[in-house]
């Protein structure tokens, strides 16, 4: 089988939000993780968190998409740029039940944002009761940035909601070129 493209695309967002989980419910092999025990409980109460990267990738239309994941941890941030090269657009997830996640979106669009202003990106939103509810305050909060990117509210675990956000970046990002 024959691949054409290369693309990258990089998930990012807080810690406990499903960046390693959203690419392990996709990756056609098994994904590479950097998982290492939780000291930062004040972050999450997970047992385990990625230390350095996730890495899976998936074949969609002939094309290999490259998946790579971020350690959301602000400590961690001199990581971020290193993964960010190359990249052609990110899946930004969002745990809605965290303290802040607005707070958390600042954060992350800041560090990416030559990726969320110049190239195509998705927003996951995470542990909603999935009516859309809540999903007007996120669209505002973009809007007030000049922002209109694609939201969805997803559940990380489950491979369809992934793969959507995945082939809507997808797609947006081949109009963009
Ligand atoms: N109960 C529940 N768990 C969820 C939901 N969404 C994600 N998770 C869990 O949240 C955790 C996310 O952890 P992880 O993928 O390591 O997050 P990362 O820090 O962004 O890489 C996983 O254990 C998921 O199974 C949800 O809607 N409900
Ligand atoms: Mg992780």
């Known amino acids: 089988m024959s691949s054409t493209t290369l693309h ?3 998930f990012i967002g807080p810690m406990g939000a499903g960046k ?4 392990s419910a996709i990756s ?3 994904p ?3 998982e290492a025990e939780n000291s930062d409980e004040a972050q999450s109460v997970k047992a385990t968190t990625t230390v350095a990267l996730d890495y899976g990738s998936i074949e969609l239309a002939n094309d290999v998409i490259h998946l790579y994941g971020i350690p959301g941890q602000p400590r961690f941030r001199f990581m971020w740029p290193i ?3 190359g990249a052609v657009g990110c899946i930004v997830l969002i745990d809605e039940s965290r303290e802040n996640p607005m707070e958390d979106l600042d954060v992350y669009l800041e560090a990416f944002d030559d990726l969320v202003t110049k190239q195509a990106f998705v927003v996951g939103i995470g542990r909603t009761d999935k009516s859309g509810a809540t999903l007007d305050k996120y669209t505002t909060y973009f809007a007030n940035k000049d922002m209109f990117p694609p939201i969805f509210e997803v559940d990380v675990r489950e491979r369809n909601d992934v793969l959507m956000m995945l082939e809507i970046l997808l797609i947006n990002q081949e109009m963009q070129q």
């Open 28 to 30: 056609d092999t098994p």
């Open 32 to 34: 590479i993780t950097t």
């Open 20 to 23: 390693t989980t959203a690419i």
């Open 8 to 10: 990258k695309i990089l």
């Open 83 to 85: 993964l960010a090269r």
